[in-house]
């Protein structure tokens, strides 16, 4: 296998300027000095807060923005300045509502992107019927666009991700507004694409996506790679860790802070949900904490008790929190 | 070939586009009607003969330049804010065939004003319109279709470097209406305003027009001027493809091609 994306040392920063009268130039760093390279058939996740810079790397890739510095290469070719050379072989797809033609239908929408991408007409027409298929939008496929769902925008923007064939394939949070059949169907779809030997690079927020999918993951944050390796790898850089959820009545602020207090706690969280609060407690595998939890949570009413494997979620939290 | 499908393409989906906008539909219908009934009512009393026909293509241009104004460049901005700036901009068709395509679909359907124009001042006030000199007006028309597509390329590619579209396009349209002598002769403007009329292709498009149908009996004249407008148009397509190669890079320096 031979690196399809090489990234190295790769920056962007974003200027903007406030006031009137005194101008005041502001720096943004959104992307300061990544490095990592992804392997052709790879299906390479990146995690990351809202801002991290993912979207800001993948724009890079997909030769819509410029790099400030560092190498930015796709199939051997610079993003900036070779891109001639790279457009007609990748494509991406971007969360949201955004990027389809309202007005037209989507078979029309998918005309003329291939038109955009110079496929000849008989091979378009039959790749259209294809993709509408793959993404069930057949039977909806003469319809205005502005007539969809969030959800049936989506599965075209999919559809129009797929026109060219790509080797390979950028998705921004692509299941962001998805319902659950729609979020498998693309999973499903990245799978067919790593069986054909396409290579993927995707955005998610959705761990257990990103757990399933991908070879790698790189964690950004900040603008800055704090991981990169396997889910699994990953999930043994947190070894020593483990996990408790805790399902109680009631979690006061001070419950929470008498759990922190607990030798080996090293962190507590809680949410509640419509069976009632849930406590999460992340603690050193070698401290045995279940005796004092039970004394601190003698008086409350506990619905259940779950000790837990460490997920990608945590591993994602700890390393983000880290630092 | 593949650049000619991309050009026929955009230009239909153009032009389909444009047309289910209800603020375009303004532009290209209602607005010369009103144009042309305001022109007539301003001009009866001008003692001008042969005024209904100033007052038709006034109305006309009016429209024509309204229509590419809020078209062409108003594209960028709705391209921008629907997310498909930034998809057309990475496919890989030219950037600059895929505006041409844009221009050439609004330009094409704008020329509908002049044809509105023309049946408000006929069925409305049922104007006499005389065009002396037919075969010059056909040239004349031709020539200001290219000068109004050049100089549209030029106001889109300019205007993909800004977010602020909206703006700059409510700047420009009256003064190219009164700069360029729409529907009055340039020379009443004031001596230090000639020279930016001058460098302004519609200025000569509207005189070449104006002169056919008054009738051109001094053909150097009316090649004269068409010699100026063509070398006004050939210096904007020079600029066109200088901003064409700048305005790519700038665009993705600056990230200008998407909502902040």
Known sequence: MSAVIEVRDLKREYITTKGWVKRKKEIIHAVNGITFEVQEGEIFGLLGQNGAGKTTTIKMLITLLAPTSGECKVLGFRTFGEEDNIRKRINFIFGGEMGVYRRLSARDNLKYFANLYHIDFPVASKRIEEILDLVGLSDKADLLVETYSKGMVQRLQIARGLINDPDILFMDEPTVGLDPLGARMLRDIIKKLKEKGKTVLLTTHYMYEADELCDRIAIINKGKLVALDTPNNLKHMVNGISSIEVLVGEASEQLISEIKNIRGVKSVSASVNEKGNIIYIKHKSDCDISGTLFDVLKNKKITSFTQKEITLEDVYIQLVEEN | ?260
Not at chain 2, 104 to 123: C, D, E, P, R, Y
């Open chain 2, 1 to 260: 070939m593949k650049q000619l499908i991309v050009i026929w393409d955009t230009l239909r989906l153009q032009m389909k586009n444009s047309f289910v906008r209800p603020m375009y539909r303004f532009c290209l219908i209602a607005a010369p009607i009103v144009q042309t009934i305001l022109l007539y009512e301003m001009y009866k009393n001008s003692g001008q003969d042969n005024f209904t026909t100033y007052v038709m293509l006034g109305g006309g241009l009016m429209g024509l330049w309204s229509c590419i104004c809020f078209s062409s460049a108003g594209d960028i901005n709705r391209e921008r804010s629907m997310g498909t700036l930034s998809l057309i901009f990475v496919t890989p068709a030219n950037f600059s065939t895929i505006i041409f395509g844009k221009v050439l679909g609004n330009t094409v359907l704008s020329l509908g004003t002049l044809i509105i124009s023309f049946l408000t001042a006929k069925i409305v006030y049922h104007a006499p319109i005389m065009v002396v000199s037919p075969g010059f007006l056909l040239l004349s028309i031709f020539a200001a279709v290219i000068c109004f597509i050049t100089i549209s390329i030029c106001l889109a590619y300019l205007l993909t470097l800004s977010r602020k579209t909206q703006l700059y396009m409510n700047c420009i349209e009256i003064p190219v209406i009164l700069l360029c002598g729409f529907v009055f002769p340039v020379e009443i403007l004031p001596v230090w305003v000639l020279p930016i009329s001058y460098a302004l292709s519609p200025t000569w498009a509207v005189k070449l027009i104006r002169l056919s149908v008054s009738g051109v009996d001094n053909r150097m004249e009316y090649f004269t001027i068409l010699g100026i407008l063509g070398c006004i148009t050939m210096i904007y397509i020079v600029l066109s493809i200088f901003l064409c190669r700048t305005i790519e890079k700038q665009v993705r320096m600056k990230a200008t091609l998407e909502v902040s």
